[in-house]
T-cell receptor, first 110, second 114 residues
Framework: DAKTTQPPSMDCAEGRAANLPCNHSTISGNEYVYWYRQIHSQGPQYIIHGLKNNETNEMASLIITEDRKSSTLILPHATLRDTAVYYCIVRSHTGNQFYFGTGTSLTVIP | IAGITQAPTSQILAAGRRMTLRCTQDMRHNAMYWYRQDLGLGLRLIHYSNTAGTTGKGEVPDGYSVSRANTDDFPLTLASAVPSQTSVYFC?????????????FGEGSRLTVL
């Protein structure tokens, strides 16, 4: 299973875009990139996922490089409620197991 | 509200005791998972089940067992608890047979082994 590498922590000013990077250099052709976030001690929450193309939904945008070895999650206008740990996950080739790493702790600063 | 229910939400347990964490989902998802979360180590997969009647080992299966007698329930058992199993445990579920397979999580069970 492809592994991911994320910076342990980041800060972002409130109202600005938060850009969270993820490296997944060993990703295989049929593996998707997923992003989840965990606010305080709650269960993780799904944000977005993609295979090759850039994706956007009401929460965020996902930019995947052409070689698929890295991606960036973009929160366009970060709010204080976006302070959380963000996990980048590559779904296993068998299709079901999700392996989380340690994620990026994002702090949105007023 | 549909979703995943975990019980208990919190438990203090003496070392050597047996403990079962319960997980029930009402979304008719085929796949279910147990994770543990420890400070500095993120979320680690313990066991999973792709469908009723089958289970598999994740990253950290030792000391834990699971069963999947039906679609809705996926209990996690610690046969003889040890202090290193002090953690927050999350149950999750997802559909299979679809490319998306979004995970839905419960609210967690905080277990302290003394």
């Amino acid at each position: 299973d492809a592994k991911t590498t994320q910076p342990p922590s980041m800060d972002c000013a409130e109202g600005r875009a938060a850009n969270l990077p993820c490296n997944h250099s060993t990703i295989s052709g049929n593996e998707y990139v997923y992003w989840y976030r965990q606010i305080h001690s709650q269960g993780p929450q799904y944000i977005i996922h993609g295979l090759k193309n850039n994706e956007t939904n009401e929460m965020a945008s996902l930019i995947i490089t052409e070689d698929r070895k890295s991606s960036t999650l973009i929160l366009p206008h970060a709010t204080l409620r976006d302070t959380a740990v963000y996990y980048c996950i590559v779904r296993s080739h068998t299709g079901n197991q999700f392996y989380f790493g340690t994620g990026t702790s994002l702090t949105v600063i007023p | 509200i549909a979703g995943i229910t975990q019980a208990p939400t919190s438990q203090i347990l003496a070392a050597g005791r047996r403990m079962t964490l319960r997980c029930t989902q009402d979304m008719r998802h085929n796949a279910m998972y147990w994770y543990r979360q420890d400070l500095g180590l993120g979320l680690r997969l313990i066991h999973y089940s792709n469908t009723a009647g089958t289970t598999g080992k994740g990253e950290v299966p030792d000391g834990y067992s699971v069963s999947r007698a039906n679609t809705d329930d996926f209990p996690l058992t610690l046969a003889s608890a040890v202090p290193s199993q002090t953690s927050v445990y999350f149950c999750a579920s997802s559909e299979t047979g679809r490319r998306t397979g979004e995970l839905f999580f419960g609210e967690g069970s905080r277990l302290t082994v003394l």
